[in-house]
C-alpha cells in the first residue's frame, strides 16, 4: 500500500513538475519575445529621434542667426542707416525660415495602433509623448514665421531689392538661403518693425528648438540605457 502511494505520489509531482515547467518556457519564450519586440521599436524610435536631433539643431543655429540679424538692423535703423557692407546678408538672415522633417511613423503606428503598451518602460512612454507634444508647437511656431517672411517681409523688400537668389560668394546661412542685394535702403520705420517683429518670432522660434533639443538628447539617453539594459 504505501509503496502504491509512494508511486502515486511521485507520479503526481512529475505530472505537476512538467505542468510547471512548460509554463514557466512558455511564460519565459513570451517574456523573451516582448523584450525583443519592445528593443525592436526603441532601435526604431532612437533611429528617428537622432535625425530630429540634427535636423533641430541645424534649425535652432538658423533662428539664432536671425535674431541676431533682427536686433542689428533695427539698431542700424536707430542710427540712420550709416553705409554697411554686411546689411545684404542680414537683410536675408532676417527673412530665414524652417521646417522641421521630422519622422512620426512609429510613433503614430504604436499610437493608432494601440500598441503603445508593448513599451514596457512608463517613462519613456511619457517622454514620447511630451517630445511629439512640443514638436507640435515648433510647427505651429514655423508656420506663423513662414508665413512672416514669405507673406510679409519679401513683398515688402521686393520694392528695394534688384535680386534675391543664391550667391555662391556669401554664405547666409549654412550656404541654404537666398540673398538680397538692395540698391536702396528700405524706409527706417517700416525695416524697424520688421526687424523687431520678425527678430522677436526668431528667438521664439530659437527657445521652441532648444526645448525640443533638451527633450530629445533626454529620450535618446533613456532609450539607450533601456536597450542595454
Known amino acids: 500500500m504505501k509503496n502504491i502511494l509512494a508511486r502515486g505520489g511521485i507520479e503526481f509531482l512529475a505530472v505537476f513538475l512538467g505542468i510547471a515547467l512548460s509554463l514557466w518556457v512558455d511564460e519565459y519564450q513570451k517574456s523573451k519575445e516582448a523584450k525583443k519586440l519592445n528593443d525592436q521599436i526603441l532601435s526604431r524610435l532612437y533611429d528617428n529621434l537622432k535625425a530630429d536631433s540634427i535636423d533641430a539643431e541645424w534649425n535652432y543655429g538658423a533662428h539664432e542667426l536671425a535674431y541676431e540679424s533682427g536686433n542689428l538692423i533695427f539698431q542700424w535703423c ?8 554686411s546689411i545684404n546678408i542680414h537683410l536675408s538672415r532676417l527673412a530665414i525660415a524652417t521646417i522641421l522633417v521630422n519622422n512620426e511613423e512609429e510613433y503614430n503606428a ?19 509623448h511630451d517630445y511629439y507634444t512640443w514638436i507640435s508647437y515648433v510647427k505651429e ?4 514665421v513662414i508665413n512672416m517672411s514669405v507673406n510679409q517681409l519679401l513683398p515688402f523688400m521686393s520694392k528695394y531689392s534688384k535680386f534675391y537668389g543664391v550667391d555662391s560668394t556669401v554664405n547666409v546661412y549654412s550656404n541654404s538661403y ?12 517700416e ?3 520688421y526687424a523687431t517683429f520678425l527678430g ?9 528648438y532648444k526645448g525640443l533639443l533638451k527633450r530629445v538628447i533626454k529620450l535618446r539617453k533613456m ?5 542595454s539594459s
Open 141 to 144: 511656431t514655423e508656420k506663423h
Open 200 to 208: 522677436t518670432y526668431a528667438i521664439y522660434s530659437a527657445d521652441r
Open 223 to 227: 532609450i539607450r540605457e533601456e536597450l
Open 78 to 85: 536707430e542710427n540712420g542707416q550709416p553705409q554697411n557692407d
Open 178 to 189: 537666398p540673398l538680397f542685394d538692395v540698391y536702396i535702403n528700405p524706409p527706417r520705420e
Open 191 to 193: 525695416l524697424s518693425f
Open 110 to 128: 504604436l499610437k493608432s495602433s494601440g500598441r503603445m503598451e508593448l513599451l514596457k518602460n512608463g517613462e519613456i512612454v511619457s517622454a514620447l
